[in-house]
């Protein structure tokens, strides 16, 4: 391949303006993601969680301590 | 699911035949670039490989992809795949078999890590970095139970069988490359000391920086148990479970990504010559076979010693300096799909890289063989498929008959 090529700057623009005017529902999709996770794969599919808080975050700042240890989806 | 309806985006559910799979796909004409949406976590610390992060990546790009089509006009198909099960359970490889990248024209997904801890405080990420394979099998072995005081000489001793496998293994890793890695467990290996075992186990992964040298190393693994079991005079059972292929990532691709990131302001390392190997596997090395793949890893600032698979760093995908790293890492993943299905050019530099390392492969391993590692096996048909890779030599044993 030659040089490669830069899209235009339309294109720059419509990619991002796409991914913030969702940015909201994809933190959301980002913080809740569920997992079912069949084990094995083929098994049944059961939405896994991990309930319980972690306490091993001894070093991390307080605000992702909260949001660690509400419930995390495996 | 439920967000691509609320974006009035059509979905399938449970895609070929894979329960915890999904499929959505935008566009008609043109080629078509799948952005896989994997999703897994690991047992008791949650979201530590940023799954989490992965699969709104690749949902992102997915969105955004369809905007620049819309605005376009232009031919071209773009699909969002749930991909589960990365974390050792071979999602993609189920998809392969089951035929999810047929007629795909190029793949594509991000991998959050800490790249800051391994490679200097500067370092955004790796953008071009090949993975190892591994591969997963267990080996039982069955004997014959006797009294092991009174009658011994009536067992047959399959933890003997073992025993000379693992010593077997231990013997080879003289000759084994730098980057072979084998290691294993005894599962099973009897109940009680007066009774000679007559049912032993072993689970083993292998893992090598080819798929050819997978090929092999795992032969020979399975050669080493073979001879446990000629000269214990018990019978053996392989299962084979899944397995990773090594990651080789598209070069074109991965320069494209790499000049897209650099314009939004993050300068990503991509070196194309191979100068580290990484020591994980993941199953988009698997479709990496099928179609051309890129697979960069980002950085998302998790902090001194917080590796993927740490407490650390399952608290750091939460973040919302990682969330905002992910976005931006999102636009770059569209920005190469639009690329891809846009420019000819392009297109036919990624194709020819992809062609001509299949070439290559071609001299040293067959395409069945291959095939046969890039897929995983259903669990009802495993004693179909389950001589995946033969021993060198033919079993003698009877357990498959």
Redesign the interface.
């Known amino acids: ?2 040089s ?4 235009s700057t ?3 623009d ?7 005017d ?2 909201p ?7 809740d ?1 569920r ?8 098994g ?2 059961t939405e ?1 969680y ?1 309930t319980k808080p ?1 306490r ?2 001894m ?2 700042p307080s605000s ?2 909260r ?2 240890t509400r419930t ?3 | 699911m439920t ?1 691509l309806r ?2 009035n985006l059509e979905v399938t559910p449970h895609a070929y035949g ?3 799979s999904f499929e959505a796909e935008y566009g008609s004409g043109g080629r078509l670039v799948v952005f896989n949406a994997e ?9 530590a490989c940023g ?3 992965i ?2 990546a690749s ?2 790009a997915y ?6 089509l819309k ?2 006009g232009r031919p071209g198909r773009v699909r969002l795949l749930g991909t ?2 990365e974390e050792g ?3 993609k490889a ?1 998809l392969i078999s089951h035929g999810a990248y047929k007629d795909v024209d190029a793949c594509i997904m991000a991998h959050p890590t800490n790249t800051k801890d391994e490679f200097g405080p500067e370092n955004e990420g790796i953008v071009y970095r090949p993975h190892v394979g591994t591969s997963m099998f267990n080996i039982s072995f069955k004997g014959s139970p006797s009294h092991a005081a009174a009658s011994p000489w009536n067992g047959v001793n399959a933890l003997d069988a073992i025993v000379l496998g693992y010593n077997a293994v231990s013997m080879f890793r003289q000759q084994m490359l730098p980057t072979d890695r084998v290691h294993g467990i005894i599962l099973e290996s009897g109940e009680k000391s007066n009774i000679i075992p007559h049912k032993a186990s072993v689970a083993y992964c292998i893992r090598a920086a080819t798929i050819e040298r997978m090929a092999t190393l795992k032969a020979r693994v399975i050669d080493c148990f073979q001879a446990g079991a000629v000269a214990s005079g018990c019978d053996m059972k392989i299962e084979h479970l899944a397995s990773y292929a090594p990651l080789s990532p598209n070069k ?1 691709m991965s ?2 990504f790499t ?2 990131m650099a ?1 939004r302001g993050v300068q990503m390392d991509c070196d194309l010559r191979i100068k580290d190997v990484c020591p994980g596997a993941t199953d988009q090395g698997n479709v990496g076979y099928v179609v051309p793949v890129i697979h960069p890893t980002y950085d998302i600032d998790s902090g001194q010693g917080n590796t993927n698979h740490t ?2 760093f ?3 995908a ?2 919302d300096k990682a ?1 905002n790293r ?2 931006l890492v ?2 770059s993943l ?2 190469l799909a ?2 891809i299905l846009d ?1 000819d ?2 297109f036919t ?1 990624v194709k020819t890289e992809f062609d001509m390392d299949v070439i290559q492969r071609r001299k040293l391993i067959s395409e069945e063989d291959e095939y046969k590692l890039i897929t ?1 096996f ?3 048909d495993v004693k179909n498929k389950a001589q995946g890779i033969r021993p060198a030599f033919k079993c003698v044993c009877k357990h498959d008959e």
């Open positions: 391949m030659g490669i090529p830069t899209p339309e294109t720059f419509t990619l991002k303006i796409a991914i913030n969702t940015a529902q994809l933190r959301k999709l980002s913080d993601v997992v079912y996770l069949p084990r094995p794969l083929t049944p599919a896994l991990l972690y091993r975050f070093t991390t992702i301590m949001s660690t995390m989806l495996l | 967000l609320d974006l894979v329960a915890t999703y897994d976590a690991l047992p008791g610390i949650g979201h799954h989490n992060l699969a709104t949902f992102a969105i955004a992809t369809i905007a620049a605005q376009s589960p099960a359970g071979g999602g189920l074109v320069q494209l000049k897209s314009a407490y650390g399952t608290a750091a939460r973040s969330f992910t976005l999102a636009e569209a920005e639009w690329t420019d050019e392009v530099s995983a259903d669990p009802a």
